[in-house]
């Protein structure tokens, strides 16, 4: 870089752009407003959430489909 370059980086942007992080922020919106933020799927974060994951699957019979994306994917 030369000396009259800068970089710009925005306070708090890992929060708004990685999607673990906005699933995380999605999912406690939900348990705050659960009338208001309905327009998304259950979201875990293995291997925190595996616990939670493994309940509700084990309740629910019909669910047999999982999207699984990884944290970092390069």
Same mark, same amino acid.
């Given at each position: 870089m030369k000396l009259n370059q800068r970089v710009n980086q925005i306070p708090g942007i890992y929060n708004l752009a990685r999607k673990n992080m906005l699933g995380r922020h999605l999912m406690r919106m939900g348990k705050l407003l659960p009338d208001y933020y309905d327009f998304f799927p259950h979201t875990y974060m293995m291997p925190h959430d595996y616990k939670d994951?493994?309940? /509700?699957? *084990?309740?629910?019979?019909?669910?047999?489909?999982?999207?699984?994306?990884? /944290?970092? *994917?390069c």
């Open positions: 994951f493994i309940n /509700e699957t *084990s309740a629910k019979k019909n669910a047999r489909t999982f999207i699984v994306k990884p /944290e970092d *994917s």
